[in-house]
Nanobody, 120 residues
Framework: QVQFVESGGGLVQPGGSLRLSCAAS????????VGWYRQAPGKQRELVAG????????NYADSVKGRFTISRDNAKKTVYLQMNSLKPEDTAVYYC?????????????WGQGTQVTVSS
């Protein structure tokens, strides 16, 4: 099955930007919807952005609309999350997985994710 590896996180000041990458291997990447999830300490994991297999439809949690943009390059087998105007409440570990809203099965393996910390 497909596997995802996240990268691109880091420490940024409020209002800053980061671009996360989710690199896929295995499976048939172009058939998978992909979502970006995040989990802050003591909080439940939430789905913040998703993109369908063809890349023509996206959706976002209300908390990130207008600030985050998800995109994909099927030739490179990579999904991106451009994060602008970052806020302290965006601090979390960010993961990618399939997006079950498009009918794909959520993978049972969650990787290490990539840490995003927004602070002065």
């Amino acid at each position: 099955q497909v596997q995802f590896v996240e990268s691109g996180g880091g420490l940024v000041q409020p209002g800053g930007s980061l671009r996360l990458s989710c690199a896929a291997s295995g499976g048939i990447f172009r058939l998978y919807s992909v979502g970006w999830y995040r989990q802050a300490p003591g909080k439940q994991r939430e789905l913040v952005a998703g993109i369908n297999s063809g890349g023509w439809h996206t959706n976002y949690a209300d908390s990130v609309k207008g600030r985050f943009t998800i995109s994909r390059d099927n030739a490179k087998k990579t999904v991106y999350l451009q994060m602008n105007s970052l806020k302290p409440e965006d601090t979390a570990v960010y993961y990618c997985n399939t997006d079950p809203r498009y009918g794909n099965q959520l993978l049972d393996y969650w990787g290490q994710g990539t840490q995003v910390t927004v602070s002065s």
